[in-house]
């Protein structure tokens, strides 16, 4: 069974850091863009991040751009996002997602067939 698995989620506050980690079983994703989405109550899911392939094409939300950073280590299968300077608006649950397209045709949810079951991110004032 494929499975996506985050973690690094939690209560934090405002100002505060986490880092999530995004692992795969059940087969390997360093073929795949990978991407970060995130959903708050009442919200649409929205991507905030995704990387290429190879690491090096990268794409932010404008609400996280600067305080978000997305990479990934091909050797061990895992993404990560970092997130700094955190606000209370970024309280969501964070999902990884794969999409077995390109960089440029992954910006849509839809491009992605993969899913965590998603990791809780609280933040507060």
């Known amino acids: 069974q494929v499975q996506l698995v985050e973690s690094g989620g939690g209560l934090v506050q405002a100002g505060d850091s986490l880092r999530l980690t995004c692992v795969p079983s059940?087969?390997?994703?360093?073929?795949?863009?990978m991407g970060w989405f995130r959903q708050a109550p009442g919200q649409e899911r929205e991507c905030i991040a995704r990387?290429?392939?190879?690491?090096?094409?990268?794409y932010y939300a404008d609400s996280v751009k600067g305080r978000f950073t997305i990479s990934r280590d091909n050797d061990k299968d895992t993404v990560y996002l970092r997130m700094n300077k955190l606000k209370v608006e970024d309280t969501a649950v964070y999902y990884c997602a794969a999409s077995p397209d390109g960089f440029e045709s992954s910006a849509a949810a839809t491009s992605y067939i993969y899913w965590g079951q998603g990791t809780q991110v609280t933040v507060s004032s």
């Open positions: 059940g087969r390997a994703f360093t073929a795949y863009t």
């Open positions: 990387i290429g392939r190879n690491g090096i094409f990268k």
